[in-house]
């Protein structure tokens, strides 16, 4: 793991840019833009726009993401998802397109909407 020194986001919201080893990527790490919300990690993959899921749910004061509703409820995202076990626990999870998180977060996220602008604007 290293940390870059840039810095992005609002006044209220210093993202940290930070490279993973994952091993069950296809690179073997991820470089994310990171920041705190809630006691989590909020984590968007740099190369390709993808949001941690699970971090984001779990700020919203859920405790566990249940991957498998969210599937019953939106099949076209089991081909989109990716699943992170292996590296830092930091980036366990479930790692969804930004456009799909947006789509979900625009809907659930409401109590959280401003800690959330780093990443949606």
């Known amino acids: 793991m290293s940390t ?12 940290t840019c930070v490279r993973y080893n994952a091993p ?3 690179k073997g790490y991820i470089i994310v833009d ?3 919300l809630n006691g989590q990690v909020l ?6 726009d993808f949001i941690l899921w699970s971090s984001l749910w779990k700020a919203l004061g859920s405790c566990e993401v249940n991957i498998t509703r969210i599937l019953e409820l939106r099949p076209d ?6 699943i992170i076990k ?3 626990n930091k980036i366990h999870g479930t790692w969804m ?10 809907k659930i996220a409401w109590p959280i909407r401003e800690h959330l602008i780093p990443f949606f604007g």
């Open 4 to 15: 870059s020194n840039s810095t992005a986001g609002t006044r209220q919201h210093n993202m």
């Open 24 to 26: 069950d990527t296809p």
């Open 34 to 36: 990171e920041y705190p």
């Open 43 to 48: 984590m968007i993959d740099k190369e390709d």
């Open 77 to 82: 995202l089991s081909r989109a998802i990716r």
């Open 86 to 88: 292996l590296g830092n």
């Open 97 to 106: 397109p930004f456009e799909m998180v947006e789509t979900l977060a625009m």
